[in-house]
């Protein structure tokens, strides 16, 4: 028996951050060991609220070279970009033709970006979770690492998946897998630097809510010393009301690969004049051969677009015979 597949993406939306790489890919980077992974980049996603055409490719090369600069090894990974194989979109049009709208209606996300996108919420946006179904179920994987936040898509992938079987497969011949989720594991949940309550994120206006992994040492320090906290003293985990010092004593212990109980104690009796240079030095750290890798990645590209050509190969010779799969199933015949 072949190892067990796991298939997992983020949206190339301008620079990756610690709450990216402590939430996802540091985790792939452990699961590539145990798992055939497909890692991918989701740019056909990144284009469901307006987008900057100049920036789309380099921003979908540059989270590759982030993968890759965090130990995501392409020998042992697929790395594929989503719009390189026709089959996402393909399967997504098949796909939202047998999703009732009042499945896509009940998704949170879509209700939190809609509002934020005012009179400017596209139809993509909407249909955002089905292209995601198609991301997956195209792969037959097994499991689908992924935040607390993706839940409900993951759950609407099984509900797509099995609804198709049972009305276009036979029970004992279902035209698709059904995957399980892997949620991550609690403590890898990153918050933002200015308000501990919510999650590190690319959207947040505020640059100085999260870390960006190729943020300079200055620049991190800078964001440390101004991030938010509390006038109590001496630091502890697991207190609901002072949700900043979880916050950073988690990422400290992350970071520094320690645990919980090494940093409770370290860490009980100090202020956070005390602990914020601990912090920041632990981090600089952390990230500097984040920030070099991609360095040497970026400034010549021949080697990331070798990459990124043998992961579409890859990903092309498990998602087309997928797709015809679900074409054939639907009464779709191929020319001869
Ligand atoms: N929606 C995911 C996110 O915002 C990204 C994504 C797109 C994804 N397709 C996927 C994640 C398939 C897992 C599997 O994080």
Known sequence: MGKRRI??????????????????????????????????????????????????????????????????????????????????????????????????????????????????????????????????????????????????????????????????????????????????????????????????SKSDPSELSRIDLLDSPELIQKKIKRCKTDPVRGLAFGDPDRPECNNLLTLYMLLSGQTQEAVATTCADMGWGQFKPLLTETMVEALRPIRDTFGELTADRTYLESVLKQGRDKAAAIANPTLAKVKAALGYSPLP
């Not at 990974?77 to 979109?89: C, E, G, K, N």
């Not at 996300?109 to 993509?124: L, P, T």
């Not at 998946?161 to 989720?181: C, H, I, M, W």
Request: include cysteine; aromatic fraction near 8%.
């Open 7 to 200: 298939l997992s993406g983020i949206q190339p939306t301008g620079a990756l951050h610690l709450g990216n790489y402590l939430g996802a890919i540091r985790n792939w980077v452990r699961l590539q060991e145990e798992y055939d992974s497909f890692l991918f980049m989701a740019d056909l996603h990144a284009i469901t609220v307006p987008h900057d055409p100049t920036r789309l490719a380099e921003d979908t090369q540059n989270v590759a070279a982030t993968y890759i600069a965090c130990g995501i090894d392409p020998d042992k990974a697929t790395i594929f970009v989503q719009s390189h194989l026709s089959a996402h979109s393909e399967l997504a049009w098949l796909f939202n033709c047998i999703t009732p709208l009042n499945w896509l209606e009940r998704m949170i996300q879509f209700k939190e970006k809609a509002v934020k996108q005012g009179e400017n919420v596209s139809i993509g946006l909407f249909a955002y979770p089905v292209l995601q179904a198609a991301d997956i179920l195209l792969y037959e994987p097994d499991l689908v690492p992924v935040g607390e936040d993706q839940k409900q898509h993951i759950e609407l992938t099984r509900d797509i998946a099995t609804r198709l079987n049972f009305q276009y497969g036979s029970e004992d011949a279902p035209v698709l897998k059904v995957p399980e989720p892997l949620i991550q594991a609690a403590g890898a949940r990153v918050m933002s630097l200015t308000d501990g309550t919510k999650k590190m």
